[in-house]
C-alpha cells in the first residue's frame, strides 16, 4: 500500500473534475442537437444528474419536456418511460390518513351528516 502526498490526490480530483466537465460537455452538445434554445434547462438537468439529484419538469404543453428527456435517456443508453401526471398521483392519495392531523375532531373527517327532506 503506498501513499500518496496531498499534492498528488489534488491532482487526480482535478483530473476527475476535468473529466466531468467533459463529459457534461458531451452531453449537452449531444441533447442539444434536438432541443434548441433551452440551454439553461439543458444545463439544469444535466448538474442536477451530475450531482445525484432530481428533476421535476413543469410548463405547458409544447415545451419538449418529454423530448428533452428521452433524448437525454438515448445519449446515456438507458431505457425511457413517462408517468402522465393526473390528480390520483398526489400525495393525499397515496397517503391514507386514519384520522386528521388537528388534534380536535373536524367535520370533514367524519361522515356526512344524514339529508333533510324539505317538504
Known amino acids: 500500500m503506498t501513499i500518496q502526498s496531498d499534492g498528488a490526490v489534488q491532482d487526480r480530483d482535478l483530473e476527475l473534475l476535468d473529466r466531468v466537465a467533459e463529459v457534461a460537455q458531451e452531453l449537452s452538445n449531444e441533447v442539444e442537437k434536438r432541443i434548441v434554445g433551452q440551454h439553461d434547462v439543458v444545463s439544469g438537468l444535466l448538474t442536477a444528474l451530475l450531482a445525484n439529484g432530481h428533476v421535476l419538469l413543469v410548463g405547458v404543453p409544447g ?11 438515448e445519449a446515456l443508453e438507458l431505457e425511457f418511460s413517462r408517468i402522465q401526471f393526473t390528480p390520483d398521483l398526489m400525495p393525499t392519495a397515496r397517503l391514507r390518513r386514519r384520522r386528521p392531523l388537528c388534534c ?10 344524514p339529508a333533510k327532506h324539505i317538504r
Open 104 to 113: 380536535r375532531p373536524c367535520r370533514s373527517a367524519r361522515s356526512p351528516p
Open 63 to 73: 415545451l419538449a419536456k418529454t423530448l428533452l428527456i428521452s433524448t437525454l435517456a
